[in-house]
């Protein structure tokens, strides 16, 4: 912020959990923004939740959740004329009426295994350029390179400036053929 006294408008802090960032200058004095760190998806999620299960308490939500969850299960539903010959005693609509299902299938066993034996996949244990191209942080991080800059930068020309800033080199002082054939033995093709 000292090389950048304009941009101060542009730190605003959290609503939900308290944490400064950079904002673009068109939402600069703004009080109820989210961190791009978690919170704004976590805001998100659960509005959709609770925009859903208010839909699925009204009565028209109740019978697509019928019809979908009839689905799920592989039930078809039964024409009226097949399901009650004499009409509707229930009242409920012909599309409404669902078949039971045949055999319930069994849940698979829930195995837990120990913390111990739980691995992080291999894309989490090293950079690079794909995971950095498909992240959600990458639109925050092109926007703050763009103010602290004062240049626009592309998607793409983030992502390559980030990847050669970033980019793994070996400690080692060997040869590069002695490194890759470690490697190779560690992690086989």
Request: aromatic residues 6%; hydrophobic residues 35%; glycine residues 6%.
């Amino acid at each position: 912020m000292e090389s950048h006294p304009e941009l101060r408008g542009c730190v605003v802090s959290c609503v939900a959990c308290g944490i400064r960032f950079l904002t673009h200058p068109r939402n600069a004095g703004r009080r109820n923004l989210r961190c791009p760190f978690g919170c704004r998806q976590h805001h998100r999620r659960q509005h959709s939740s609770q925009r859903s299960t208010a839909y699925y308490q009204t009565a028209a939500g109740k019978a697509k959740k019928k019809r979908l969850n009839a689905r799920r299960q592989g039930c078809l539903a039964l024409p009226a004329a097949q399901s009650q010959p004499n009409g509707d005693p229930q009242g409920m609509s012909p599309a409404l009426q669902v078949a039971p299902c045949c055999a319930a299938v069994p849940a698979p066993p829930v195995s837990e295994s120990s913390p111990a034996a739980a691995e992080l996949p291999r894309e989490f244990m090293a950079l690079d350029e794909a995971s950095v191209a498909k992240s959600p942080m990458l639109p925050y991080v092109r926007m703050v390179v763009s103010l602290v800059e004062g240049v626009e930068f592309t998607c793409r020309e983030v992502v390559h400036l980030l990847w050669q800033t970033l980019r793994q080199r070996s400690i080692g002082a060997g040869r590069e053929v002695d490194y890759l054939v470690s490697f190779l033995h560690r992690q086989p093709p």
